[in-house]
């Protein structure tokens, strides 16, 4: 059963007819995770209309939402229809977030689909999370799909990698240039965006940013990612520099659909989601077997001595590889 | 095959905005952290909201509730005119008030739909289980 007695069949009929009402049921589906979200996956899969996916990261505060405000009207003015995904960190302590990229991105952007998700804390959750929103948001039409993660944490740079496009924001004055270095931002971007460019240093960033891009060039990098990532100088207080922006993203979706490195990445993100549902019941049967008898068995070997912790493993994996088979 | 549902209940998502032109939004910054600390997902909007707007995040955000802060003498126009936006819309979702709302303005707002009334006095315990129990008398 969904939500509030209403049949997933139904919900998908009118998502797929355009209500937004529906779509936001759906990614809410898809974020739970579980059965209900495998039936959606099988309903929509091969639905898509292959979207393409945008990701937006950077340090916190760096006009992330901003920028992606005047993205979403500049996809809209050219005829698009985009679609945000806004992934904000949740507390791990007590696993509630407050979610505010929309408010920055509602202020420069027109009247666009956003949604906000929380990371939610559960390992692998994302990973499972976005593609599944993704899926929903192309299955209905939207396109481009821009998602905003901060650039820091290994899972949300993940998520920005998994991109067709992927942009990397830095600011003016921060050492954001090394910083991205270390984070492994510079490795990911397909385009570089220096924001804030309002500030003073904006020129001493972009400068530190060719450098790298010359080492990477030396590297090797370079060639894997097939070509040397433009540096874009915006405002995205004001909107200058946007339109150049939009036209280096909509110029990489090009360059992507004149090979087929578009598919490529799709089958990556494909085998993303599929390792992360692999690790997900891996994860949910070991816990069962913990769970059991033979788990509690094996535990208390371990305390007593009788076993290592490689023999208690062996037992839980043999345990767990058993009771999938009955 | 299909994996089981998942197992924890997911956090509770909640609207949070201030309708109208007037005043600050310090009030709701701090229901916004309240909420967060009880493990809710806190969609926040801030100042400056059309009831059009909300009804437009509640339905892309799929949220579960909303709370309205108020401090003019609009509460008896506006929070009716929020209930009345959703249910327009098809949708059930409760709608929770805090501010300075005067003791005879409470029945009305009841009798206009909106889920729970808070004084400014209201401590954590009571935003938090006003907006619960608000979702959960919700069909
Ligand atoms: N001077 C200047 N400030 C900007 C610019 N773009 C954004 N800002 C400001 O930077 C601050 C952060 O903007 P956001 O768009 O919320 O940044 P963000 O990267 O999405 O932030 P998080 O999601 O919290 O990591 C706000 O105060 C913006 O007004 C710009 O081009 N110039
Ligand atoms: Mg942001």
Request: net charge negative.
């Amino acid at each position: 059963m969904t939500q509030r007695g209403l049949d997933l069949d139904d919900i998908v009929e009118r998502a797929l007819g355009g209500q937004r009402r529906a779509v936001g049921r759906l990614l809410s589906v898809a974020e739970r995770g579980g059965a209900e979200a495998d039936r959606l996956t099988a309903a929509l899969h091969g639905r898509s209309a292959r979207a393409h996916i945008v990701g937006i990261t950077g340090p916190p505060g760096s006009g992330k939402s901003t920028l992606v405000g005047r993205l979403t009207a500049a996809a809209a003015a050219s005829g698009a229809n985009p679609a945000v995904l806004a992934v904000d960190p949740s507390s791990p302590l007590t696993g509630g977030a407050i979610l505010g990229d929309r408010i920055r991105i509602d202020r420069t952007g027109g009247d666009v689909f956003v949604r906000s998700i929380a990371t939610r804390g559960h390992a692998g959750g994302l990973a499972v999370a976005v593609p599944g929103a993704i899926r929903v948001l192309d299955a209905t039409g939207f396109d481009p799909i821009i998602i905003e993660t901060v650039g820091v944490g290994q899972v949300e740079v993940d998520i920005a990698a998994m991109a067709d496009t992927t942009v990397v924001v830095a600011n003016p004055g921060t050492g954001d240039a090394v910083q991205a270095n270390k984070a492994g931002l510079l490795e990911i971007a397909d385009i570089f965006v220096v924001n804030k460019a309002d500030l003073p240093e904006a020129e001493a960033l972009r400068l530190d940013l060719e450098r790298m891009l010359d080492l990477s060039h030396v590297t090797g990098h370079e060639a894997y990612r097939g070509r040397r990532a433009p540096i874009v100088l915006t405002e995205s207080l004001s909107g200058t520099g946007i339109d150049e922006l939009w036209t280096e993203i909509i110029d990489h979706r090009s360059l992507l659909d004149a090979s087929n490195a578009r598919q490529l990445r799709q089958l990556l993100r494909l085998r993303a989601e599929v390792e992360a549902l692999v690790a997900g019941r891996i994860h949910r049967l070991t816990r069962a077997v913990f769970d059991s008898s033979a788990g509690e068995r094996a535990l208390a070997d371990l305390a007593s001595g009788r076993i290592d912790p490689v023999a208690a493993a062996e037992i839980i994996l043999d345990e767990g590889t058993a009771s999938l088979g009955s | 095959m299909s994996g089981p549902p998942s197992s924890e209940t997911p956090p509770l998502r909640v609207v949070l905005a201030k309708l109208g032109f007037d005043g600050h939004d310090r009030g709701l910054r701090v229901v916004a952290r309240l909420l967060r600390d009880a493990g809710c997902e806190v969609i926040y909007l801030g100042l400056r909201q059309s009831v059009d707007n909300v009804v437009a995040v509640v339905e892309q955000e799929d949220a579960d509730a909303v709370g309205l802060s108020m401090h003019n003498a609009g509460h008896l126009t506006l929070a009716p005119k929020m209930v009345q936006a959703l249910r327009d819309a098809g949708l059930d979702t409760p709608v929770v008030v805090g501010g300075i709302i005067p003791d005879v303005d409470v029945e009305p707002l009841r009798q206009a739909g909106v889920a729970a009334i808070l004084g400014p006095g209201a401590s954590a315990e009571e935003v938090v289980h006003a907006v619960r129990s608000a979702v959960d008398s919700t069909p």
